[in-house]
């Protein structure tokens, strides 16, 4: 899929927390040949790669148009390349026409947005990322159980809306360390938390450590909420930030992962690092004393555009790409049951499977 995507131009700016780590800036040698350090994982995760040819797989069998609610990931490119395809993107149910068809992102919705599309006799085909769906069923497990739940995550996002809508009487979201103290339970023995899963895993744990310094019977959800793609691509910036000068991130400045890519690199020693939609936005400023280059993209973003860049760093003489690989990632999850049910129904089969990765799931995601 992602070879067919033809990249395009793009207006929107770099974005940057101008912090860094001046003792392990100081230590480079910025003398020393031009370099690129290509972080590895990176790219579409198998959540991303499934919502995208869901959309792909509902147009090319339904035909266009089929309306798809909010972005279907957090990637300007994608958004604009399925919408030249047939897609019509819409914010809420009410603005499809009764009877059509719609998907749901890979964020995830909550009870109150199927119930408004079943109102309309919508036909839904959900595209929420397996590792999401995990969490509103710890989320509404939890609440069978009467625990306050604090649900670390930015308030506002969209797979956060659709969490806490699972139990709204008992979430309660908590954006950041800084806003623990103002947390009030009902019962300090009851609480539990769980989290967004595209959030910095450091920042994560130290909002937990703060809330169990005042819970202390605080609970574990009963594994990671942060996904694997999200903790993998951090990893592979936490390994290559000491040695860059400059470190670029493909991504949209609506993706939560995205953004934290960016925070990663200059809080574990990047002297800079910039999130860009395309390689057009890279500002020549930014090479001023350069030598090496980390290049990495949120999970939502396309291997093409990541490609553009590193052509666009060739320009500027930066032709040596050393790939730093911390984990390989094999995880694949089928389509949408929706989806899957109609194309056998018509005796056809996805001509573009998904592919995340090789490995199914032990268990139907959908």
């Given at each position: 899929?992602?070879?067919t995507?033809?990249?395009?131009?793009?207006?929107?700016?770099?974005?940057?927390?101008?912090?860094?780590?001046?003792?392990?800036?100081?230590?480079?040698d910025?003398?020393a040949?031009?370099?690129?350090?290509?972080?590895?994982?990176?790219?579409?995760?198998?959540?991303?790669?499934?919502?995208?040819?869901?959309?792909?797989?509902?147009?090319?069998?339904?035909?266009?148009?089929?309306?798809?609610?909010?972005?279907i990931?957090?990637?300007?490119?994608?958004?604009e390349?399925?919408?030249?395809?047939?897609?019509i993107f819409?914010?809420?149910?009410d603005?499809?026409?009764?009877?059509?068809?719609?998907?749901f992102?890979?964020?995830?919705?909550?009870?109150?947005?199927?119930?408004?599309?079943?109102?309309?006799?919508?036909?839904t085909i959900?595209?929420?990322?397996?590792?999401?769906?995990?969490?509103?069923?710890?989320?509404?497990?939890?609440?069978?159980?009467?625990?306050?739940?604090?649900?670390?995550?930015?308030?506002?996002?969209?797979?956060?809306?659709?969490?806490?809508?699972?139990?709204?009487?008992?979430?309660q979201?908590?954006?950041?360390?800084?806003?623990?103290?103002?947390?009030?339970?009902?019962?300090?023995?009851?609480?539990?938390?769980?989290?967004?899963?595209?959030?910095?895993?450091?920042e994560?744990?130290?909002?937990?450590?703060?809330?169990?310094?005042?819970?202390?019977?605080?609970?574990?959800?009963?594994?990671?909420?942060?996904?694997?793609?999200?903790?993998?691509?951090q990893?592979?910036?936490?390994?290559?930030a000491?040695?860059?000068d400059?470190?670029?991130?493909?991504?949209s400045?609506n993706s939560s992962n995205?953004?934290r890519?960016?925070?990663?690199?200059?809080e574990y020693?990047?002297?800079?690092?910039y999130?860009?939609?395309?390689?057009?936005e890279?500002d020549?400023a930014?090479?001023?004393?350069?030598?090496?280059?980390g290049?990495?993209?949120?999970?939502?973003?396309?291997?093409?555009?990541?490609?553009?860049?590193?052509?666009h760093l060739?320009?500027?003489?930066f032709?040596?790409?050393?790939?730093?690989?911390?984990?390989?990632?094999?995880?694949?999850?089928s389509?949408?049951?929706e989806?899957?049910?109609?194309?056998?129904?018509?005796?056809?089969?996805?001509?573009?499977?998904a592919?995340?990765?090789?490995?199914?799931?032990p268990?139907?995601?959908?």
């Amino acid at each position: 899929m992602t070879e067919t995507l033809a990249p395009r131009p793009s207006g929107s700016p770099a974005v940057g927390r101008h912090r860094r780590d001046d003792t392990a800036a100081d230590r480079r040698d910025t003398t020393a040949a031009k370099r690129v350090l290509l972080a590895a994982p990176r790219g579409y995760c198998a959540g991303v790669d499934r919502a995208v040819v869901a959309v792909e797989q509902a147009i090319e069998h339904y035909g266009a148009p089929v309306y798809v609610r909010k972005e279907i990931v957090h990637n300007k490119y994608v958004v604009e390349t399925l919408s030249e395809r047939g897609a019509i993107f819409v914010d809420e149910t009410d603005e499809v026409p009764e009877g059509a068809r719609v998907v749901f992102s890979a964020h995830g919705v909550s009870p109150a947005v199927h119930a408004a599309a079943a109102a309309r006799s919508l036909e839904t085909i959900d595209a929420t990322c397996p590792l999401v769906t995990k969490v509103h069923r710890e989320a509404v497990r939890f609440a069978a159980d009467d625990y306050d739940i604090l649900l670390i995550g930015h308030e506002g996002h969209e797979e956060v809306e659709g969490t806490a809508g699972e139990a709204p009487d008992h979430v309660q979201v908590v954006n950041s360390p800084d806003e623990v103290d103002r947390v009030t339970v009902r019962d300090p023995d009851k609480v539990v938390w769980i989290s967004q899963t595209t959030l910095s895993v450091d920042e994560t744990m130290e909002t937990v450590r703060r809330l169990r310094e005042r819970f202390p019977t605080l609970q574990d959800p009963p594994s990671d909420d942060i996904c694997y793609a999200t903790q993998n691509r951090q990893v592979a910036v936490k390994k290559l930030a000491p040695e860059c000068d400059l470190v670029i991130v493909v991504g949209s400045r609506n993706s939560s992962n995205s953004v934290r890519l960016v925070e990663v690199a200059k809080e574990y020693g990047a002297r800079a690092a910039y999130l860009v939609d395309y390689a057009k936005e890279i500002d020549p400023a930014w090479f001023d004393g350069v030598a090496t280059v980390g290049v990495t993209s949120g999970a939502s973003v396309p291997e093409i555009l990541v490609q553009d860049v590193l052509a666009h760093l060739a320009e500027r003489g930066f032709v040596d790409v050393s790939e730093v690989r911390t984990a390989t990632e094999d995880l694949m999850f089928s389509l949408p049951r929706e989806l899957r049910a109609a194309l056998k129904d018509s005796g056809q089969s996805p001509s573009r499977p998904a592919r995340g990765g090789r490995r199914s799931l032990p268990f139907d995601p959908a």
